[in-house]
């Protein structure tokens, strides 16, 4: 009975990997900003070379600007619009923050749209939990 309960569990471990390997995400660890990284660069004013969207529910963090939820076709269609005479080097964040990534329907459609048009600087703000506790409770900047 052991045995066959070790292999059970062995099996069950060996499933959970294989399907978090084919689940992969449009982005890299190293296109994950860091929520202090930006309330830094914004509290300094070092803002100046990036370009800050918000493709969620809300533009709460200071200077973004609201396209709306990324699940929808004709808000990736409008941040597309926004980017199309924009340089492919610039510094490009999008963020949501209404749920954690693994549940979010808005961070993949858009940051596959920003590999799509061949942004060399995408960032997706590493809103892992959501925004209320990785930005808002941090006093991170907010619009008024």
């Known amino acids: 009975m052991k045995r066959i309960m070790l292999s059970i569990f062995s099996l069950l471990i060996m499933s959970n990997v294989l399907l978090a390997q084919t689940k992969q995400e449009p982005w890299n660890s190293q296109q994950l900003l860091d929520p202090a990284i930006l309330a830094k660069k914004i509290n300094q004013n070092q803002t100046k070379n990036m370009l800050i969207y918000c493709i969620g529910p809300d533009a709460i963090i200071k200077g973004s600007i609201n396209i709306g939820a990324g699940e929808n076709a004709a808000n990736i269609k409008k941040l597309k619009e926004q980017l199309k005479n924009v340089s492919k080097d610039k510094e490009v964040v999008i963020y949501c923050g209404c749920c954690p990534f ?20 995408a960032k997706l703000l590493n809103l892992s939990n959501n925004i209320k506790t990785n930005w808002i409770d941090k006093n991170y900047p907010m619009n008024d």
């Not at 993949?108 to 061949?118: N, Y």
């Open 102 to 121: 693994d549940r979010c329907p808005n961070v993949r459609p858009a940051f596959k749209a920003l590999k799509e048009m061949g942004f060399k600087n």
